[in-house]
């Protein structure tokens, strides 16, 4: 059983997701490159997955990294692309 969707932003599509790169737990993010995360997903996928997704891998990768998070860092739509 997984505990992904402890993880705020991930629902079961999302959990599916990152089983299928071959993570099974909140403790596999740790310190792992979203961006990265994403492309594989991409390809998994055949082309461009929703970039919102990107959002929740940034907000889930912060959530395993960190023992104490900022709640306000918990919330998937913090972690958009910023406009230069």
């Given amino acids: 059983m997984s505990d992904l969707q402890t993880i ?8 599916a997701d990152l089983m299928s790169l071959g993570l099974e737990s909140v403790d596999d993010l740790a310190d792992l ?11 998994n996928h055949g082309g461009p997955v929703d970039r919102c997704v990107l959002y929740v891998l940034r907000c889930a990768i912060y959530f395993a990294s960190e023992e104490r998070p ?3 860092l918990l919330k ?4 958009k692309d910023r406009a230069s």
């Fill in 76 to 79: 998937w739509w913090n972690w």
């Fill in 8 to 15: 705020p932003g991930v629902g079961p599509s999302i959990e």
């Fill in 70 to 72: 900022d709640t306000e």
């Fill in 33 to 43: 490159d979203p961006e990265q995360l994403y492309r594989q997903l991409c390809r």
